[in-house]
């Protein structure tokens, strides 16, 4: 990422910036990312270590836990985004890290970090969706990708995480405004 996609404020040095184009995408401020290397990060054995259930074989669910796959995730704006298909763990760090959400509009899959799913209050409201505050429903599509299925990235994992925490700020205009 060598050009800035922002301008400054003013014509002084230190100004602050300006997002020019879609900040979210385009890394700028909050939706920063560092140009990590675009290999995924391995276990102490050289596997893969961030991977989905699917291809993690011993990993599962513990009895008792509330299993999120089939569960649909509605974003800031209260649409449903995606329906959860899979859960994506740290073999060196045993603990899930990205949930992957099959989109409602078009099917892709997108994978949605684990800090950023909020569950509603288990027994009161019952357990039938999981919530994103970061983005909108439409956003989802433009979350990006992974290269492959079963692995991520140095370079995916910042990107994706970026994206997520650009849209704290970007992901509303309002969102941008002071607060007095």
Known sequence: ????KAVPVDGFNGSPMVPTGDPMVDGVGPAAWA??????????????????MRVAP??????GD????????KACDGNVAGTIVDIWVDRSEPQVRYYEVELAAGGAHKLLP???????????WGNDHVIVKAITAAQFANVPT?????RI???E???????YAGGHLYADAARAEPWI
């Open 66 to 73: 509330p299993d999120p796959r089939g569960l649909p995730v």
């Open 114 to 124: 684990a800090p950023y799913v909020q569950w509603p209050h288990f027994g009161l």
């Open 58 to 63: 011993g990993y599962s669910v513990a009895a």
């Open 153 to 155: 990235t140095l370079l």
């Open 35 to 52: 140009a990590r290397a675009d290999v995924p990060d391995l276990t102490a054995y050289g596997e893969a270590k961030i991977v989905p």
């Open 157 to 163: 994992e910042d990107r994706i995480m970026a994206y």
């Open 146 to 150: 992974t290269k492959r299925d079963d």
């Open 1 to 4: 990422m060598s050009d800035i």
